[in-house]
């Protein structure tokens, strides 16, 4: 615990991570003012607004979440530093902060998954003046929470693989430039059947068939996308190669919700800080709580209570980002810090609204579009009611309990690529069904 507590110290705060991205053409402070002022428009319009970003911006944005040895920031390799940007950036406004360029949830399978070359392959497509964007596609229709239960069809041919099924609930899936798509060779093998391809949204047989609107979150343009007979070569399938026989890229899509579960979380908590800082302002400025009677001390000590909630959240998340950089599983870390952090936004801006009524919505209408996003995040990256059953499951087969931090091993997180290895991070009791 001493150690974790050292490591929070000395973790990189928002003006570190400021200067290294000002040193990429990046000026993270004036990114933020420039999503706040397009926020009420990208919300309407369920699009990215403006863009936010200037065209200096782009490369930065673009090389975000991409490994240090194919040239991403190195202030950025750590999953505490992600969270913390992340932080940031939904505190500007969660939906663009998800809509962001870069590649997104498609990075930690390919680094899970696929070789070095492939990843080298992939990453460059990221290395470019105009934005880029990855998606990650596994959730289905039909297949509820289990995600082993996927219809989509990869068949060998004598020139690659050709796909064939639906895809559902895709984050950025309209605007991405390839998508990460998880397909089963054998539906009888169930898990040991899934593979993995990386999908280039230009391949014939590739179609959005639509963007959902949804109550919030809406400029990620959820996406529904239709494989029919989209041939891909060879090489789309990813492999390290040194797969063993009950190896499974399942495992790679499980990775990846370990990995941006706090990430998300990190999202609803900066979007916490903005209802809590919008609600204090519109007070301050003269504004009348919805329950006349209540006195200036239950204000403040509800300002007090929302400031409890965001704190334990935030340091839950950190936690869990700490114990994957440190090649820690956190299968269930992940999961409580995600359902936590859910019900946490909820609380926040339901009290929010309480507060201000009808008068402070419509002076401050930040507040019922944070509302609505926190329905929106219960569900992404898997459902609250789902968390708490991982959460559960993995509690009834630990021998120790989930806040323990155990020793981590020996970790130099100051070396020239830090990031954290998630292609051989230690896997405990995983459970197989989950919601993209």
Partial sequence: MAQYQQTLQQAHTIDDIGTALADRGLDLGLLERRMRAVSLESDVSGDIAGPPWRPDDVSALNMNLVP???GGCSALQSLVAQATLMACLGEADASLALSLPGPGLAMPPVVALASAEQQARFFQR???????WGAFAITEPDCGSDATAMRTIARKTGRGWVLNGTKCFITNGA????????????RQMGRYGIRAFLVDCNTPGFTVSRVERMAGLRATQLAVLSYADCEVPDDALLVRGDEKPLDDAFSG??????????????????????????????LDGGGTPADRHQHVAGVEATLLDIDRQITAAWLLCHCTAWKTDRGIATPMDSSMTKAFASRVAARVTRVAINVAG??????CPSLEQAYRDARAFDIMEGTGELQRLMIARAALRSMSRPWDITEPPSCDTTAPDSSPDIANVRQSGRETSHDA
């Fill in 68 to 70: 240090t040895r194919y």
């Fill in 358 to 363: 009808i008068d402070g919505i419509t002076s």
């Fill in 126 to 132: 990221f290395q470019s003046g105009a934005p880029r």
């Fill in 175 to 186: 605007r991405a430039d390839c998508v990460i798509t998880f397909a089963t060779i054998s």
């Fill in 253 to 282: 899509a499980q990775r990846s919700w370990d990995y941006f579960r706090p990430l998300l979380s990190a999202v609803m908590i900066g979007t916490c800080r903005r209802v809590r800082a919008d609600l204090a302002a519109w």
